[in-house]
């Protein structure tokens, strides 16, 4: 487990950094164009463009924290604990989605 968490850092790193280069881009071309968002139209696609960027570079970020917790709790012998009711979240559902913290039960009670 402790594996995948390890690979899967690396991936949203690399996924991370290629997402911000991406928006610094977005940032400056719609800097150095000094568009008016609602009435160019160019304006307003670049306004799509750079907020779809930060929705993914949020969702990247998101992501990194919650394989950085997971590895948290991974060292600290909680990996496998619900953070809710503390019982055992089961090797099933977190071979399915390792960076959950909850276990089936207060999922679907959600
Ligand atoms: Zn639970």
Request: proline share 3%; aromatic share 4%; net charge negative.
């Amino acid at each position: 487990m402790y594996g995948w968490l390890a690979a899967e850092r690396v991936n949203s790193l690399a996924r991370l950094g290629g997402l911000e280069r991406e928006f610094s881009e977005i940032l400056e071309s719609s800097g150095s164009a000094g568009t008016d968002d609602e009435h160019d139209p160019e304006g307003a696609t670049i306004a799509f463009e750079r907020q779809h960027a930060a929705a993914l570079l949020s969702r990247a970020r998101e992501h990194l924290a919650q394989i950085d917790a997971a590895m948290l709790r991974l060292t600290e012998g909680s990996y496998d604990q619900c953070e809710n009711c503390g019982q055992p979240i089961g090797a099933a559902r977190l071979a399915a989605r390792p960076v959950t913290t909850t276990c089936i039960n207060c999922a679907s009670q959600r």
